[in-house]
């Protein structure tokens, strides 16, 4: 069995410039950003046609995946040939002032309509105090004040007249009307009227009683005269109002004939103008809300007004909305206050429309992270789905937990597509857990992470460069640019066959080149530039990777590069910070001595093994059990340590270096520490894949170059994974110089030639290793182990029968 | 420069109310008269003895609201009714002097109302009486009250009315020597606030109303006042009203005892609705 190194050409799949046709990015012509995102679009598409109910949608995939652009690109291709909604408008509903009503207009005419009644409210502030001061109304109100006047007095003539004929006054006193008799215009004193004959005493007194009746029937008359002349004042103020307004309002009528909605409205006004005349009158004394709303003048008269709440005027199509900002006030609309001498007062003017408002009739774009952290936005949103209606509450409304008086607008039929763009996890919880999640987003837009890498994807990737490159009036790519660009997408995959659809990156990677070739002065970007761009955004981030690397180099942190150890494997971890990758070596350790078959993890044992980590080491025992001694027990006592690891270890893609520890300590055999090793192992033996292979490699090349690089160096990784490698230049050109290798196995007995140099061995017909294989003197050791446990056990058990047994 | 003998001097005003609304708003027109003369401000009210008189006999009954029957009348009752109204208008000739910065006085006297408002008037300049509305339910001082003073007292009396202005004065004038007291009267009122004097220039014939009205205008041009004019024909009653209807707001002027004009006051104070003031 014999391992080769991988040559340089397996390690890295590279880009040949020399395919493209095309001398820089300015020749190609621009795509959207939708490449390889077949499947997406395709739901999105299917989506957008259905038009029942749910068929909102769930655009997942990894933040960066460029969701959003391509959403957006799609939704707007589709909106623009959609029609244009109507306009939103509120007006007040003059019977219930708290309960605005909504006007849902033709595009363009709510503006239009809004426009015409600020202009008819500034006619009427002009016509109707003019018809209130004719000459012809003054001397109508006169007439009618003179009425009600010669009435009261007419009645109280005729009153005081009959009791003067009775010898009776009717005088006004600061009690009221007194009746008493009188002679020669004085009232008759107590005295004198004492002396008058008993007959006549009787009479006056009957007709004072009798007149009193009829002062006080007078009196109960009073009121109702006084409420018909305020009612024929009102009347005539009405008739001079309506022959002043009429003509202003069926102008407006019949320009909006064809839209019964406003026509009503306009109706409203007219009645609602006649019955506050007063409001255009005298506007500082407009008393109330509304004058305190106005501050100083034209108060009552914001009730007129058209609030347009969504204005289509200028709108092309169906409107596609992205709220970035999803507070369930921004969602679903709001009812602002003013405040006034300390009160909060507000109408149907504040109403302020929310996102759904200004997307209806077309597509809202969310974020749904953002909606899930804003507190009741996403009830908010599922409850406007559900009800497909927009009704703008306050939370605290919402909740219950107010009752202050406020607006109560009608809601607003919803016709919305809504797309909330999001991690996978949370479509996953959300599925889970929200019931209603489901039922209303019943269209999946699941993005890829990366694409098949194919020339005719190449060449998609190369017109993405140029589109970026058009868009953001960057600087052209040429065909070195373009090919490294790809390759650094390979790379972001983890996959030489593989494309990251991550659009984040790749603009960022070409915003980044185009500026290095600026500062280099050239107009076109080259590979060089597109190095540069990858090298110092590494570099900007690299600071923890450099100490770790530092502290290896300097001895602090045990990591052995020459040489050979019995027990001892450098083991390959990836650490993630803040989104760099990077490789870090770790020396791992085995040791064995006589024991009842466990394989102890120490880091398990202090809690800093995760579960798949654990996995990974309890495959080592049965691989130790299955392979070795089988008719004996296993007798070892195994110890494993992620030597100098303090924090959690995770991941079993360490578990074949710790099981070629473990061989090597059990056979006594001594492993490179030239050679560092990663991929993790199954029940028979087999290498199996792991991930971050590259920054793997990397990583131990780092550590080994800063050293010197001694030619005996590399890295031992699974077969399975030579189809993902895309490493750095600097690695492939080391491996091309020898100064570097890196080798591929597929089971541990290669992995173990390999790293000891000695053969691993396979069982003969008679079921032996071959003499001096690993195999056989891990076998013989076991064996040897098993033998003396058995042996220890049965002197024990000699012991007892002798009565030597432990005491207890 | 001499001083015209006929002019209106206003040290003492003495405001006489009744404590009823509308006189009590009228307080404030004879308290902006006062504020500009820089006058003291005299109150009266009159605990009128023929109301406590009328209270005292045992057959008089009362109505007082359309929801009570006549009831008997008590004379505690009217008493402290007037007392009321005594410490109502005390409390608004304070304020009102207090708010123009003018001293002032008080007092409250039982009596016959015209016979204690005329002696009163002997110590001051001015007599201001409140002219009610004559509408049911609101007591007024009657036209007639106003008449009985105004014949009685040897001062001008102004008959006040709520919400109407004294600027920009209209004054009747027949060339009388009564007449040119009230002219005199006008062109003071109207100097106070810079206003224009309207002059009703009346006369038997069109010539001589013609005639009086530029007299009236030479009278008031030497006072340094401009007028506007207009004519009226003997018996102006309507005449004169037809025409206020076509003047600006303000005090009409009369000379006291109008007859001399041919208008009857009780008439006048009942339907010009604006103050009126009688000159003497």
């Known amino acids: 069995m014999s391992v080769r190194p991988l040559s340089p050409e397996e390690l890295c799949i590279r880009c040949d410039p020399g395919r493209f046709a095309f001398q820089s990015t300015a020749e190609l012509e621009p795509v959207s950003a939708r490449v390889g995102q077949e499947r997406a679009v395709e739901a999105l598409r299917f989506g957008m046609g259905m038009r029942h109910d749910g068929y909102n949608f769930y655009a997942m995939g990894r933040p960066g995946a460029g969701k959003f652009t391509a959403v957006r690109a799609t939704v707007q291709e589709r909106a623009a040939g959609e029609p244009v909604p109507r306009d939103i408008c509120y007006v007040d509903d003059f019977a219930a002032s708290h309960k605005p009503r909504h006007m849902l207009l033709p595009a363009g005419k709510g503006k239009e309509l809004k426009r015409d009644v600020e202009q008819l409210v500034e006619e009427l502030r002009t016509v109707i105090p003019g018809a209130l001061e004719t000459d012809e109304f003054r001397t109508r109100k006169h007439t009618l004040d003179e009425e009600l006047k010669g009435r009261q007095e007419s009645a109280l003539h005729e009153l005081r007249a009959r009791a003067s004929k009775k010898g009776i006054a009717l005088v006004h006193t600061p009690m009221g009307f007194a009746l008493a008799p009188v002679k020669d215009d004085e009232v008759v004193p107590p005295d004198d009227f004492a002396k008058l004959p008993e007959a006549d005493r009787k009479r006056i007194e009957e007709d004072i009683q009798a007149l009193g009746e009829d002062v006080r029937a007078m009196l109960a008359k009073v009121p109702r005269w006084e409420q018909e002349a305020r009612h024929k004042m009102k009347e005539l103020v009405r008739g001079a109002m309506r022959a002043a307004v009429a003509h202003l309002l069926e102008d407006a009528k019949k320009k909006y004939a064809e839209l019964p909605e406003v026509v009503a409205f306009l109706v409203a006004v007219e009645q609602d103008v006649l019955e506050n005349a007063s409001a255009f009158m005298k506007r500082d004394e407009a008393a109330g809300v509304a004058a305190l709303l106005e501050g100083d003048e034209g108060a009552q008269l914001r009730r007129y007004q058209v609030n347009l709440l969504v204005d289509h005027s200028e709108t092309k199509g169906a409107p596609v909305v992205f709220e970035d900002s999803p507070a369930y006030d921004n969602l679903v609309g709001r009812i602002e206050h003013l405040s006034r001498f300390g009160a909060l007062l507000t109408d149907h003017n504040l109403i302020k429309p929310g996102a759904l408002h200004k997307a209806n009739g077309g597509y809202l774009l969310l974020d749904v992270r953002n909606v899930l952290l804003s507190p009741y936005a996403w009830e908010g949103l599922k409850r406007a789905l559900l009800s497909k209606q927009i009704r703008i509450e306050s939370v605290g409304r919402v909740l219950g937990l107010g009752s202050t008086v406020s607006l109560e607008p009608e809601p607003v039929p919803l016709d919305v597509k809504v797309v909330v763009l999001g991690e996978r996890r949370l479509f996953y919880l959300l599925s889970a857990f929200d019931p209603e999640f489901r039922a209303l987003f019943k269209v999946a837009v699941d993005f890829e992470d990366e694409v098949d890498r194919s020339d005719d994807h190449d060449l998609l990737y190369a017109r993405l460069v140029a589109t970026v490159v058009k868009d953001e009036k960057l600087r052209a790519f040429d065909r070195t640019g373009v090919a490294r660009v790809i390759e650094h997408c390979a790379r972001l995959a983890d996959d030489a066959a593989k494309l990251s659809a991550h659009m984040g990156k790749l603009c960022d990677l070409v915003r980044e080149a185009s500026y290095w070739a600026g500062e280099r002065g050239v107009e076109l970007v080259t590979a060089a530039d597109v190095e540069r761009a990858i090298d110092t955004g590494v570099t900007r981030v690299a600071r923890v990777r450099e100490r770790i690397y530092e502290e290896i180099e300097r001895g602090t942190l045990f990591v052995s590069t020459t040489g050979e150890r019995v027990g001892q494997v450098n083991g390959l971890a990836v650490l993630e910070l803040g989104g760099f990758a990077f490789g870090r070596p770790s020396r791992i350790t085995a040791r064995v001595r006589l024991g009842r078959g466990e394989v102890v993890d120490i880091e398990r044992e202090v809690e800093l093994g995760g579960p798949l980590h654990s996995k990974g080491v309890l495959i080592l025992s049965a691989f130790l059990g299955a392979r070795f001694v089988q008719e004996l027990p296993l007798s070892l006592a195994a110890t494993l340590v992620f030597e100098q690891s303090y924090g959690m270890v995770e991941g079993d893609s360490a578990s074949s270096a710790e099981l070629y520890a473990l061989l090597s300590a059990l056979a006594d055999v001594p492993l490179k520490q030239s050679l560092a090793v990663t991929g993790s192992v199954n029940q028979h033996g087999e290498v199996q894949p792991i991930g971050g292979v590259n920054e793997k490699i990397e990583g131990f090349f780092d550590v080994c170059s800063a050293r010197g690089l001694s030619g005996e160096q590399g890295v031992v990784i699974p077969k399975s994974n030579v189809k993902h490698l895309m490493l750095r230049g600097d690695v492939v050109e080391a491996v091309r110089a020898g100064r570097f290798h890196v080798y591929a196995v597929e089971s541990i007995d290669e992995g173990i030639e390999v790293l000891s140099g000695v053969p691993a061995g396979a069982r003969d017909a008679a079921g032996k290793f071959p003499e001096g294989s690993v195999n056989a003197r891990v076998e013989a050791r076991l064996e040897a182990l098993a033998q003396l446990r058995l042996r220890l056990g049965k002197d024990k058990d000699e012991d007892k029968a002798r009565g030597n047994g432990d005491k207890p | ?280």
């Not at chain 2, 006297?109 to 005329?118: N, S, Y």
């Not at chain 2, 007024?140 to 106003?146: C, F, G, I, L, P």
């Not at chain 2, 707001?249 to 009780?266: D, I, K, S």
């Open chain 2, 1 to 280: 420069m001499s001083r015209d003998p006929l002019e209106l001097r206003v040290r003492r005003l003495l405001v006489a109310l009744d404590a009823s609304a509308h006189g009590l708003a009228g307080l404030e027109a004879a308290a902006r008269l006062a504020e500009r003369a820089r006058s003291e401000l005299v109150g009266l009210f009159v605990e009128d003895a023929g109301l406590l008189r009328l209270a005292a006999s045992p057959v008089v009954r009362v109505v007082a609201s359309a929801g009570a029957g006549p009831e008997s009348m008590q004379v505690a009752e009217m008493e402290r009714a007037l007392r009321s109204r005594g410490d109502r208008a005390r409390a608004a000739v304070r304020e009102a002097a207090e708010r123009a910065k003018l001293t002032f006085s008080f007092r409250v006297v039982r009596g016959e109302v015209t016979h204690e408002v005329v002696a009163a008037s002997a110590s001051v300049d001015v007599v201001v009486l409140p002219l009610g509305v004559s509408v049911l339910g609101r007591p007024d001082v009657a036209a007639e009250t106003a008449r009985r003073v105004s014949e009685q007292a040897e001062r001008p009396v102004l008959l006040i009315r709520a919400g109407h202005a004294l600027s920009g004065p209209t004054v009747v004038y027949d060339g009388s020597p009564e007449g040119a007291r009230a002219l005199a009267a006008a062109a003071s009122l109207a100097r106070h606030d810079g206003g224009v004097v309207t002059v009703l220039g009346v006369g038997d014939t069109e010539a001589a109303a013609l005639g009086a009205a530029e007299a009236a205008r030479g009278g008031l041009a030497v006072r340094g006042v401009a007028a506007r004019v207009r004519t009226v024909l003997r018996p102006a009653l309507g005449e004169v009203l037809m025409a206020l209807g076509q003047v600006p707001g303000g005090a009409l002027v009369l000379a006291a005892g109008a007859r001399a004009a041919g208008v009857p006051l009780a008439r006048l104070a009942e339907r010009a609705r604006r103050p009126i003031m009688l000159a003497r």
